[in-house]
């Protein structure tokens, strides 16, 4: 599959469209997921156009390990779910629903199913109310 530069995480990238940012460096940019799969979903992106993880290059691959470490630290901290999930997919039949590649941080309750991915938009004063948790629970 070739990159498309008008994907909606490159489009974020550039600032064309909108997102609740909660970190960013050099490589990375963490966003909130705006169709969360549970309270506090947050997404890496490496700021390098690459659909799948084979065609990232091995500094911003391991910049994107780096800030979903990060992440998940705070996730944890802010939320203090028992669980984090981490998950990066490569290609529609793996699950994949963005050309861009990103990685998913997903805190996890025992017994609280997932909601459907990419399908139910979260109320944006919510989001950006746990994205202030999150922010304040970043490890320095």
């Not at 490589?27 to 997921?33: E, F, G, K, P, W």
């Not at 690459?50 to 500094?59: F, P, T």
């Not at 391991?62 to 705070?74: G, N, Q, S």
Request: proline letters at 9%; glycine letters at 4%; aromatic letters at 4%.
């Amino acid at each position: 599959m070739t990159y498309d530069s008008q994907n909606p995480f490159a489009r974020i990238l550039r600032g064309e469209l909108p997102s609740i940012r909660l970190y960013e460096d050099e490589l990375t940019v963490a966003i909130m997921d705006i169709m969360p799969q549970a309270e506090g979903h947050v997404l890496i992106l490496p700021k390098e156009g690459a659909v799948e993880i084979m065609e990232l290059s091995d500094e911003s691959a391991a910049a994107c390990i780096r800030t979903a470490r990060r992440l998940a630290t705070a996730v944890k901290a802010a939320l203090q779910p028992p669980g984090i999930m981490i998950a990066q997919f490569n290609g529609r039949a793996a699950g994949q629903t963005v050309p861009h590649v990103h990685f998913h941080v997903v805190p996890r309750h025992q017994a609280e199913a997932l909601k459907p991915h990419s399908a139910v938009p979260a109320d944006p004063e919510r989001l950006r109310a746990v994205a202030d948790r999150i922010i304040a629970a970043l490890p320095d």
